[in-house]
Structures are given as structure tokens and as C-alpha cells.
């Protein structure tokens, strides 16, 4: 690294008015990249796109300024090679580093690394993004905070003898959950001790194959629960803000296809304690930046807490149409040490916005469905907000997730919202590949969904029923 730049990175936060940082790189692709260049572009900052062999003619490549090829497709050899990542940041002279989601965002080791080269690294810190991560050690200082959490083993449980001593305590069903779990992999659901040795076990193997890390813990396991999230910002001046919730509890095996925003399920109560409860705990920690506090939601009106993401979600744009607020663009000013743009009182929530996530995938079988679009069609019209990075001719690569767009709804109110959805997936043409489109029709036009009446649940009984 130059001398030069070392000391360009170490200049005081730039004054209001000028941009936040000079350059960014955005240590991410597809839709996510895309968006951040959005961002870097409003906010007058040059941006450097990194790529792997296979995203050659990505659009994040050819709408950023600078770019740069990071290694083969393979994800461990590219978006997840750090030192390629940080000496593309280098040779380009980006001062700081957007991780999107997914790849290096919630990494405490990559933004150590950031740290010690002087590049400012677009989220909390290393601290938190550990304590975050580690789920268990999540659990335990969210308690301390008065946070009421999921019932579930003090920590780590490392014996089936103990896992089998906590679940008499907490009571069957149980969840085994993987502590440095993510995406939904390393759960496993007991229902009763016969089942216990076998699926301890393979919660285990499938943490330590997917992260490396197989120290479980456990909870009790809600039956037919929502998943309700609360959207944190804060700065480095200890200002923190929610930006209301989003209802994500259309999910197929842990994973979420519809968010949406409000909850529908929520009283106005019950929607206050929540996002009380959310800043509390974001204090607790000291958080700063963006960051998401999941909860879980009984049919008795009581929440608990269940993890912290620690970067911008997949789902982020629902909370943008309805609040108003460019959570990418104040990821970056806080980064740069500016104040928060907003307080508590000037967010004011507004209307409906719906989020389908549209996987290439075969819309009722889930295969993925990589390979060449012949032929593409973007809905718009009112209230319609289409966050992707497929274009005529791409090629969706077989590497990486299958999400290849978020189709976003707005209206004044969750009726209007929906018709508009509606009325934009029916003029979304892709052709090539499959995708999850046509599932997401049949989903927002059910009785159930029109109603607000699912749980965490309910997809899955709804897939049974096509069958
Ligand atoms: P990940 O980080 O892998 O996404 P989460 O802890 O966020 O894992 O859980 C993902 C989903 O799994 C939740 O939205 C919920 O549907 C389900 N889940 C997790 N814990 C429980 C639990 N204790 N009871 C019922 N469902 C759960």
C-alpha cells in the first residue's frame, strides 16, 4: 500500500456537503452491488466493482467506475478471497468497502483486516459483528440487556446427555441451532428424546461442514410463530433509530420469499413494544450502522428475541418505500462518522411495501435454474420498484444464490399495495430460466395471505396442498 493513500484514508470525516468517502469498492455482486453503485452515485462517490471469472459482463461491472476481475467463479477463490478483495481496494486507492450481504458482510476477521490497511469497512465493528455471530454469546448479552428472549440452553450445549437435560427443561418440541449459523442451515427440530441423539448430531455435521464451527445451541421450537424484524440504524455518536418492522414469516426451510412492511399482525401496542424492545437491545451492544433484531412471535402477543444481522438485509427496500429513508446511502455517512440524518421523531412510517424475492428456480420443484435469459420484460408503473441485476442476455451463473431479483410493491395501504404487486408480477416476462414468479402469484392472491393470517408455517402446508 502507498504512503499516499495510507494518509488520503486517515483524513477526518469529510465536511457536510462534500461526499462521504472519495471512492468505495463493493465487495459484493448482482442485485446488491447494483444497489450500492445506486448509492455511491447519489452520494458522488466513485465506485470500483471486484468480479469473478464468471461475472465478466455483470452489470455491477460495467455501471461502476473502476473494476476489477478478484479470481475464478468459485465464491472461496473470489468474493470470499480477502487478500484479493483488499489488495483490489489498494491498487484502486477505495477508501472504504461495501460487503453487501452475504460473502464477507458479517466476517469480524475481514474487517480486522480492513482495519489494519487503513480501509474503512461499511458496518459495525469487528466486536459487535462477533458478538452478533456467535448466537449463543448473542443470546446472553441480549438477556443482560432485560431483552426477553427465546427459552432455550444457557449457551453452548456440547453433549447429547445435555442437550437431552435442556430440552426436559425447556420442554419438546426443541430447535438445535448451529451458533454461527446463517441462511437458515444447522437446525434441526426435535420432538421428542428418541429423536434427540440422531438429530444433535447432524445439527453438528451440518454446522461444522457450513461454518466450520459445530457448537450448537438450543430453544424451544414455536410451532406456528412469525417472524417479525425491526430495521436499526445508528451512528458513532451513540444515536440509534428504528425504522419500523418487517413481517417475514413467508419462509420455505427457514428461508424468506415475501417480506413486507408493517406487520400486519401487529397491534399498535404490540408494534411499539417491539420496536422499543429493538432499540433497547441495539444500545445494549452499542450498535452502530445498520443492523436487524430478529424476533419470534406467539399467538399470544409475546415476542422474543431470536438473532442480530449486522449488515443491510435482502429485504431492506420494503423499509425504504415505507419510510422514506436510503438505508444504503446513511450506511455509508455513518461509516464516514456523520450523524445520523434522522431522528426518531422525523421518521414517519408510511403506506405498504411487499417484497417478492424471485429465485431461478423451478417455481414448484425449487431446482435451481441457472443459464441464458433470451428475453426479459421489467414491470413498473406506480408504486413499483424492481431491484436486479439480470439484463437481456445474461447468463445467471450456477455458483451463487439463486436470487436473482426483488420485485417491491408500494401502496397507501396493504390493499393496494398487493393489487399492485399483482397487476407487476403478471407483466414480469423472463425468459431462458425458470423462476419463483408464478409461486409468488399463487401465494399473494391465497385467502390466507390476502387475510395477514400465516405463521412462519404456512408455506410449507401450502406447497403439501399443490402436491
Ligand atoms: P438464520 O440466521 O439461519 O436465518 P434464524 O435464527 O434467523 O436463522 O432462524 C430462521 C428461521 O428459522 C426463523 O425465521 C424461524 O422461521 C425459524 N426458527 C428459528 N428458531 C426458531 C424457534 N425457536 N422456533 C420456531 N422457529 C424457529
Request: hydrophobic share 40%.
Amino acid at each position: 500500500m502507498s504512503p499516499v493513500r495510507r494518509t488520503a484514508q486517515r483524513k477526518p470525516a469529510a465536511r457536510s456537503g462534500e461526499p462521504p468517502f472519495r471512492k468505495i469498492l463493493i465487495a459484493n455482486r448482482g442485485e446488491i452491488a447494483l444497489r450500492v453503485i445506486q448509492a455511491c452515485k447519489e452520494l458522488g462517490i466513485q465506485t470500483v466493482a471486484v468480479y469473478s471469472e464468471a461475472d465478466r459482463n455483470a452489470l455491477h461491472v460495467r455501471f461502476a467506475d473502476e473494476d476489477i476481475c478478484i479470481g475464478p467463479p468459485a465464491s472461496a477463490r473470489s468474493y470470499l478471497n480477502i487478500p484479493q478483495v483488499i489488495a483490489a481496494a489498494e491498487v484502486t486507492g477505495a477508501e472504504a468497502i461495501h460487503p453487501g450481504y452475504g460473502f464477507l458482510s458479517e466476517n469480524p476477521h475481514f474487517v480486522d483486516v480492513c482495519h489494519a490497511c487503513g480501509i474503512t469497512f461499511i458496518g459495525p465493528n469487528a466486536e459487535i459483528i462477533r458478538m452478533m455471530g456467535n448466537k449463543a454469546q448473542a443470546k446472553a448479552t441480549m438477556q443482560a440487556a432485560g431483552v426477553p428472549l427465546m427459552p432455550g440452553s444457557d449457551g453452548v450445549v456440547e453433549t447429547v446427555e445435555d442437550a437431552l437435560a435442556w430440552a426436559e427443561r425447556i420442554g419438546y418440541p426443541v430447535i438445535v441451532k448451529a451458533s454461527a449459523g446463517g441462511g437458515g442451515r444447522g437446525m434441526r427440530i426435535v420432538n421428542s428424546p428418541e429423536e434427540m441423539a440422531d438429530q444433535y448430531n447432524t445439527a453438528r455435521t451440518e454446522a461444522k461442514a457450513a461454518f466450520t464451527d459445530d457448537s450448537v445451541y438450543m430453544e424451544k421450537y414455536l410451532l406456528e410463530p412469525r417472524h417479525i424484524e425491526v430495521q436499526i440504524l445508528g451512528d458513532l455518536f451513540g444515536n440509534i433509530i428504528h425504522l419500523g418492522e418487517r413481517e417475514c414469516s413467508i419462509q420455505r426451510r427457514h428461508q424468506k420469499l415475501i417480506e413486507e412492511s408493517p406487520s400486519p399482525a401487529l397491534t399498535p401496542e404490540l408494534r411499539r413494544r417491539i420496536h422499543e424492545t429493538a432499540v433497547r437491545a441495539a444500545k445494549a451492544v452499542g450498535y452502530f450502522n445498520a443492523g436487524t433484531i430478529e424476533f419470534l412471535l406467539d399467538a399470544r402477543g409475546d415476542f422474543f428475541f431470536m438473532e442480530m444481522n449486522t449488515r443491510v438485509q435482502v429485504e431492506h427496500p420494503v423499509t425504504e418505500m415505507v419510510s422514506g429513508v436510503d438505508i444504503v446511502k446513511e450506511q455509508i455517512r455513518i461509516a464516514a462518522g456523520r450523524k445520523l440524518s434522522y431522528s426518531q421523531d422525523d421518521i414517519v412510517l408510511r403506506g405498504h411495501a411487499v417484497e417478492c424475492r424471485i429465485n431461478a428456480e423451478d417455481p414448484w420443484k425449487f431446482t435451481p435454474c441457472p443459464g441464458r435469459i433470451t428475453a426479459l420484460h421489467f414491470p413498473g408503473g406506480p408504486g413499483i420498484r424492481m431491484d436486479t441485476a439480470m439484463h437481456q442476455e445474461a447468463t445467471i451463473p450456477p455458483y451463487y444464490d439463486s436470487m436473482v431479483a426483488k420485485l417491491i410493491a408500494y401502496g397507501s395501504d396493504r390493499t393496494e399495495a398487493l393489487a399492485r404487486m399483482r397487476r407487476a408480477l403478471d407483466t414480469l416476462v423472463v425468459e431462458g430460466i425458470r423462476t419463483t414468479a408464478p409461486l409468488h402469484h399463487r401465494i399473494i392472491e391465497h385467502p390466507d395471505f390476502v387475510k395477514g393470517a400465516f405463521s412462519t408455517k404456512w408455506l410449507e402446508g401450502f406447497l403439501a396442498d399443490l402436491e
